[in-house]
């Protein structure tokens, strides 16, 4: 041993090098590895996002054409204004903007130019303001999709006329608007204040968001309550024995069954059961709560458990019971985690399709829902089912329905990120 | 405090829905069924609510066999007043309704729709026979060196099936088996074009099963893809690959009519006059079924039928003609309305 020790050392020092660097190296390809994965996921998100808003923002405007309308009396002679011709008064401007078109068929392919919406534009004009009757009036109507899809180059016009589903004499019509300042492009009001139709011009987005908005807050009253006090219960009071155990496997299994699934149970139990009318946001809110409530337990608990136990013994040493302890240190502590649950579980909710399929929120609804046992959709359901029409212009229309759930879930995300931040205690 | 307070909400909730429950009435029409006849059964609906006294109806798109689960659960307001269909009512079904109370049911005949078969406009168009389509499509095909023997689909590209066909591998995207769209094809196409060989066509008398299984399996070695329920992406993929053919509805390839083409079938291009006139073989009948029990009792069924078989809705210069629906000729619409009109049942 002496002898070993007194022995000229190798440099020990080269060797050290030799494995630092290759750790160093190691960590380097580990970091680089970690850096490539987040540029391929932004890279992804980029590119849905691109292709989202390339394809959606269009959607915000509209084509609108200036028709020169004259609310001639004979129309009104009855005193019923909703029972007036009012596509008779549209057409009959259109006739005077083209006097030469007098042929049947080609007058037909004229009144197309113009969205079937303008007579309740109208309707709603003369409602307003009966004294409208008998009066001259320029009034900017909706244009039909197919010319709006035109005037936003998102359909050809330079293939021949059988393909094209606006004809020669349409784009000849829609050339001299043009040429007269009849027809310009202005900002699509009508996307966010009706519901859903059949023609693309006329579908919004409102009545979707209203559905949604009712669902998630019957959710939100509900799964919240409900969720905290379980979770409270399980990690403060509950005996840790068998039975408990069995609770929690169970909460964690239902955060992970699929959601069909709860809508399943919902028809089964709130709809053919308890007879609660269907296609409502009361039954989807309350399908929703049964999806976010494992979760909004399972946040609850993890933020409960990170309540350091001094706090609790604290509380306990100066004489506090055992509930006090709980609603005065514990919960306040916990909240911001338990919150930040709520509102991932929420943003969740408010993504979900396919438990509503079940319980018949999948639905063209046309009225906007007024209360919570009203007919309704929600925001994805109406993606999925304009995803599915034939014409043209929904494709636009989908994208831009998609930008606004988007910025819902934005936001709420956001809420949560900010709450944690701002509430949060460190240890 | 805070606690208090939750708790409150949530029993306010409870007491928000227990009232819920007891309004029982309904005042809007609701209405299930198939996703094809959706689009027609949402205009009129549309065009009712806009100008009529009535709420618009509500109109769930939950295919046509799903439509009829729901619609023969029984009479009431829990259940929906009518049902879109693409196809007539199966005496299944039929038989269901009458088990739980639905005895008298009005049908509706209300146009056809037809199926096409269509590339993009960037490739020359396609002439096809039934029997070819399923030469390419069906997963066992006669053996052509072995008479009466079934083999494993060996054709690769079109010019194999017939030399005048052009000499692209074979590639054809369609709806899945869960589609109505599918299923018409196969009935009208697969089956019809299986029977042209006689030995198959024998099958169906003495071995149905095998017959069945025969004419109704596509092939799954790739040439036949299962594209999903959405006929627009179906239109994507088409402009995208100018070899492949796409199966979906007319409405689509109306709505579509700059991009892509339709093929001709059995000598007959899919337009709406080639289908209107019942040339155009692969085209169906769609229909809507009305509880005789509910007209009167929820408000409005009897002014919805009357719009919907109106001239101004279903004729040839009709709304649902825009919207890609073939109208049926004079003589059979007169009749189905005068049977609407009178409340025929079943």
């Known amino acids: 041993m002496e002898k070993n020790l007194n022995q000229p050392m190798k440099p020990f020092s080269v060797h050290m090098n030799k494995d630092l660097q290759r750790r160093y190296r190691a960590e380097k390809w580990f970091q680089r590895c970690g850096i490539a994965a987040i540029v391929i996921a932004l890279s992804f998100l980029f590119l849905l996002f691109a292709s989202i808003i390339?394809?959606?923002?269009?959607?915000?405007?509209?084509?609108?054409?200036?028709?020169?309308?004259?609310?001639?009396?004979?129309?009104?002679?009855?005193?019923?204004?909703?029972?007036?011709?009012?596509?008779?008064?549209?057409?009959?401007?259109?006739?005077?903007?083209?006097?030469?078109?007098?042929?049947?068929?080609?007058?037909?392919?004229?009144?197309?130019?113009?969205?079937?919406?303008?007579?309740?534009?109208?309707?709603?004009?003369?409602?307003?303001?009966?004294?409208?009757?008998?009066?001259?009036?320029?009034?900017?109507?909706?244009?039909?999709?197919?010319?709006?899809?035109?005037i936003k180059g998102q359909m050809k016009a330079d293939v021949p006329e059988a393909n094209r589903r606006l004809k020669d004499n349409q784009l000849r019509w829609i050339d001299q608007l043009q040429k007269d300042g009849k027809l310009e492009t202005r900002f699509n009001t009508t996307f966010f204040t009706s519901g859903d139709s059949r023609e693309p011009e006329l579908a919004g987005i409102w009545g979707a968001v209203k559905g949604s908005f009712y669902s998630l807050l019957i959710t939100l009253l509900l799964s919240f309550p409900i969720g905290v006090a379980a979770a409270v219960y399980l990690e403060?009071?509950?005996?840790?024995?068998?039975?408990?155990?069995?609770?929690?496997?169970?909460?964690?299994?239902?955060?992970?069954v699929p959601s069909i699934i709860f809508g399943l149970l919902g028809l089964a139990v709130f709809i053919n059961f308890w007879g609660l009318p269907r296609s409502t946001p009361l039954v989807g809110g309350l399908v929703l709560t049964l999806m976010t409530l494992p979760v909004i337990i399972i946040a609850g608990r993890a933020s409960l458990k990170s309540v350091p136990p001094s706090i609790r013994e604290a509380a306990l040493g100066i004489g506090a019971s055992k509930m006090q302890m709980v609603t005065h240190h514990v919960l306040p502590l916990a909240m911001p985690g338990m919150l930040t649950g709520a509102i991932i579980g929420m943003a969740r909710a408010l993504g979900d399709t396919a438990p509503l399929l079940m319980i018949g929120m999948?639905?063209?609804?046309?009225?906007?829902?007024?209360?919570?046992?009203?007919?309704?959709?929600?925001?994805?359901?109406q993606i999925y089912l304009w995803a599915d029409s034939s014409e043209r212009?929904?494709?636009?229309?989908?994208?831009?329905?998609?930008?606004?759930?988007?910025?819902?879930?934005?936001?709420?995300?956001?809420a949560a990120v900010i709450m944690r931040k701002k509430f949060e205690t460190k240890w | 405090m805070k606690v208090k307070s939750i708790f409150l909400a949530s029993a306010l909730t409870m007491t928000l829905i227990s009232t819920g429950t007891a309004m029982a009435a309904r005042d809007m029409i609701s209405i299930v069924g198939s996703s094809t006849v959706y689009p027609f059964s949402t205009a009129v609906a549309e065009q009712f609510g806009k100008t009529g006294n009535f709420k618009t109806p509500k109109i769930e798109s939950t295919g046509t066999g799903g439509g009829f689960k729901l619609f023969c659960g029984g009479?009431?307001?829990?259940?929906?007043?009518?049902?879109?269909?693409?196809?007539?009512?199966?005496?299944?079904?039929?038989?269901?309704?009458?088990?739980?109370?639905?005895?008298?049911?009005?049908?509706?005949?209300?146009?056809?729709?037809?199926?096409?078969?269509?590339?993009?406009?960037?490739?020359?168009?396609?002439?096809?026979?039934?029997?070819?389509?399923?030469?390419?499509?069906?997963?066992?095909?006669?053996?052509?060196?072995?008479?009466?023997?079934?083999?494993?689909?060996?054709?690769?590209?079109?010019?194999?099936i017939n030399p005048e066909l052009p000499d692209t591998a074979i590639e054809v995207l369609g709806p899945p088996p869960t589609s109505g769209t599918r299923d018409a094809f196969v009935e009208m196409v697969m089956v019809a074009g299986a029977e042209e060989f006689d030995f198959i066509k024998a099958m169906s008398k003495s071995d149905k099963d095998r017959f069945k299984a025969v004419s109704e399996s596509m092939r799954e070695d790739g040439a036949f893809i299962e594209a999903g329920e959405n006929d627009n992406l179906i239109v994507q993929k088409l402009q995208a690959?100018?070899?492949?053919?796409?199966?979906?509805?007319?409405?689509?390839?109306?709505?579509?009519?700059?991009?892509?083409?339709?093929?001709?079938?059995?000598?007959?291009?899919?337009?709406?006059?080639?289908?209107?006139a019942g040339k155009y073989v692969v085209s169906r009948p769609l229909f809507f079924y009305?509880?005789?029990?509910?007209?009167?009792?929820?408000?409005?069924?009897?002014?919805?039928?009357?719009?919907?078989?109106?001239?101004?809705?279903?004729?040839?210069?009709?709304?649902?003609?825009?919207?890609?629906?073939?109208?049926?000729?004079?003589?059979?619409?007169?009749q189905v309305a005068a049977d609407v009109a009178n409340l025929k049942t079943l």
């Open chain 1, 54 to 150: 390339g394809s959606g923002y269009s959607a915000f405007r509209q084509t609108f054409i200036a028709l020169d309308v004259h609310f001639s009396e004979d129309l009104f002679k009855n005193e019923n204004l909703a029972a007036a011709d009012y596509p008779a008064i549209t057409k009959t401007s259109l006739r005077s903007a083209f006097p030469e078109v007098k042929e049947r068929r080609e007058l037909r392919s004229l009144y197309m130019l113009v969205s079937p919406g303008a007579a309740f534009t109208l309707h709603e004009m003369v409602r307003e303001n009966p004294r409208l009757i008998g009066a001259r009036q320029e009034v900017w109507v909706p244009a039909n999709d197919d010319v709006d899809m035109l």
């Open chain 1, 236 to 256: 403060e009071f509950a005996p840790k024995n068998i039975w408990t155990d069995i609770i929690e496997v169970n909460i964690n299994n239902l955060a992970a």
């Open chain 1, 362 to 381: 999948v639905a063209f609804i046309v009225d906007i829902p007024g209360g919570f046992t009203d007919a309704a959709t929600a925001l994805p359901v």
């Open chain 1, 393 to 414: 212009a929904f494709t636009e229309k989908t994208s831009a329905a998609i930008i606004i759930l988007l910025i819902f879930l934005i936001c709420m995300n956001a």
């Open chain 2, 75 to 160: 009479v009431g307001v829990k259940f929906p007043d009518m049902s879109n269909a693409s196809r007539a009512i199966k005496d299944s079904e039929k038989e269901n309704c009458a088990a739980n109370g639905v005895k008298e049911i009005v049908e509706v005949k209300i146009g056809y729709d037809g199926i096409a078969l269509a590339n993009t406009k960037t490739a020359a168009p396609m002439k096809l026979s039934r029997k070819e389509i399923f030469l390419a499509l069906a997963k066992e095909v006669p053996d052509p060196a072995n008479e009466g023997q079934l083999i494993a689909n060996p054709y690769k590209t079109w010019k194999e």
């Open chain 2, 241 to 276: 690959n100018p070899k492949a053919l796409g199966i979906f509805g007319f409405s689509f390839l109306d709505q579509n009519a700059d991009v892509v083409q339709g093929s001709a079938i059995e000598g007959e291009t899919p337009t709406f006059e080639a289908i209107s």
């Open chain 2, 290 to 334: 009305v509880k005789k029990a509910h007209v009167d009792v929820i408000p409005g069924i009897k002014e919805f039928m009357g719009e919907f078989t109106s001239e101004k809705a279903w004729g040839p210069e009709g709304y649902l003609a825009d919207k890609g629906m073939i109208p049926m000729p004079d003589e059979e619409r007169k």
